[in-house]
C-alpha cells in the first residue's frame, strides 16, 4: 500500500530540494554582500528586498507545493490581489483628500464650532 503512494507522488524530489537549499544559501550570502558593499542605503535596500521576494518564491513553489498545486490555488490567489489593489486605490484616495484638506498637519483636527 506504501508502495503506491510512492509512486503517485507528484511533490518534488531530493535533488530539487537541495537545489532550493544551495539557492537560498546563496541568495543569502548576495544579501549579506550587498549591504556590506553598499552600505544601509536605498539601493542596497531595494536589491535586498529584490532577493528577499526570490527567496519567498522559491520557499513557496518548492516547499508549500504550489508549483504543483496552482490550479487549486488560482481561484483564491487572483480575487485577493484584485481586491487588495482595489483597496489600495480606495485608500490612497482617501489619504490624499485628507491631506490636501488639511495641509499644515498630518492628522485632521476636530474643531467645535
Not at 5 to 31: D, K, N, R, W
Request: hydrophobic letters at 55%.
Amino acid at each position: 500500500m506504501s508502495d503506491a503512494h510512492v509512486e503517485g507522488h507528484a511533490g518534488p524530489t531530493f535533488q530539487t530540494y537541495m537545489f532550493v537549499f544551495y539557492a537560498l544559501s546563496i541568495c543569502t550570502a548576495l544579501s549579506f554582500v550587498v549591504n556590506w558593499l553598499l552600505g544601509q542605503g536605498h539601493t542596497s535596500a531595494a536589491i535586498i528586498m529584490i532577493v528577499a521576494v526570490v527567496k519567498a518564491s522559491l520557499v513557496a513553489a518548492i516547499f508549500m507545493h504550489l508549483k504543483f498545486d496552482f490550479g487549486k490555488l488560482y481561484c483564491i490567489v487572483v480575487p485577493v490581489c484584485i481586491l487588495t489593489f482595489m483597496m489600495v486605490i480606495i485608500l490612497s484616495i482617501d489619504t490624499t483628500l485628507a491631506w490636501h484638506a488639511h495641509p499644515g498637519s498630518s492628522v485632521p483636527e476636530i474643531r467645535d464650532e
